[in-house]
């Protein structure tokens, strides 16, 4: 077994390192105070071939692997977790539609998706249907010319930021294969959104609830088939569970990071913190959780890769552990800085809040839980 990365791997993740650290991170904490990311980020990643990490170089992607993209997403988030996060969210979004759309579609749209000059949202969680995603009650009913959309989504990155919103809706009955899934374009009668959410971390990304109002939707901007857009929502959820937890991780290494040369200088009793061997075993078992959460992580992304029968149930584990591992390490690093690690100057109280929502969405980590206990069940 092979646990290094090729050559074209760590020139991926070196590259977007670079690019967070030249381009995102003497940002970060400006953005998150404006509460939105400037639009003239989004063509200096496309032009790095981020904006369809994983989309088919047909369509103007990069055509890259599950692991490979949480390379990316794991050394952006180095630099700021919520913008990261948000790309990410994007590139789930542009998978899905690449790789259930059908051609007229993704020839429109994943063009401009890929250069990021059309920012994507994805619109699954209801104010009624949250871990319970099959429960949604946004109904698309069928017209001469496609859909008439009614319903809200809530807590949806990108809401009146983004120019399309990846929606999941009820076509037919009750249940999961009721639900279909709907591109539905900025600017489309009857869209609406929300006031801003206050949150306590991803402050950099805009995040309002989506309220369709009887929307007309071509029936060319159905993604794949009626029925299905459930089964492709979860789908997408496994690489998006991934992306999660890579810029989970991304996050904790950095707070990581901070804290070492934190503890190199600070002086206490006479001595340097990094001399008590009592703090030094703190970090020995924050290292061993990085460590074990890449590791996993990367497993886990191999699997999506190779399309094992086991990859969901392995992205639903990896996501629980490494979300859980990151946050635990933003926290004890916050704890090592003492009051410095409280204030906003360090960057370690941002990380711990932009981490904490990792643990909640693309699933909460119960949800991970229940998905890993029904498959050892089913087995």
Known sequence: MD???????????????????????????????????PRTLWPKVAALGLGGVYVSEEYGGSGLGRLDATLVFEALAMACPSV???????????????????????????????????LVSYCLTEPGAGSDAAALRSRAI???????????????????????????????GDGPKGISALLVPSGTEGLSFGGLENKMGWRAQETRQVQFDDCPVPADHLVGEEGRGF???????????????????GG?????????????ERRAFGRRLDDFQALQFR?????????????????????????AADATKFCAMAKLAVTDSAFEVANQCLQLHGGYGYLA?????????????????????????VIVARSLVAA
């Open 231 to 249: 089964a492709y929502a979860m789908a997408g959820l496994d690489g998006g569970r991934l992306n999660i937890a890579a810029t989970a991780l």
């Open 345 to 369: 100057d360090y960057g370690i109280e941002k990380i711990v809040r932009d981490l904490r929502v990792h643990q909640i969405l693309e699933g909460t980590n119960e949800i991970m839980r």
């Open 84 to 118: 990261a996060a948000f790309l990410s969210i994007h590139n789930m979004c542009a998978g899905m539609i690449d790789r259930y759309g059908a051609e007229p579609l993704k020839a429109r749209w994943l063009p401009g998706i890929c250069n990021l000059t059309t």
């Open 142 to 172: 069928r017209t001469g010319e496609g859909y008439r959309l009614t319903g809200t989504k809530a807590f949806i990155s990108g809401g009146g930021y983004s120019d399309a919103y990846l929606t999941m809706c009820r076509t037919g």
């Open 252 to 264: 904790a290494q950095a707070a990581f990071n901070a804290t070492l040369a934190y503890m190199a």
């Open 3 to 37: 646990f290094a990365l090729s050559e074209e791997q760590q020139a991926i993740y070196d590259m977007a390192r670079e690019f967070g650290a030249e381009e995102i991170a003497p940002n970060a904490r400006a953005w998150e105070e404006a509460g939105t990311i």
């Open 283 to 307: 970090l020995a078992e924050m290292e061993v959780k990085l460590q074990q959460a890449r590791a996993f992580l990367r497993q886990a992304a191999w699997k999506l890769d190779q399309n």
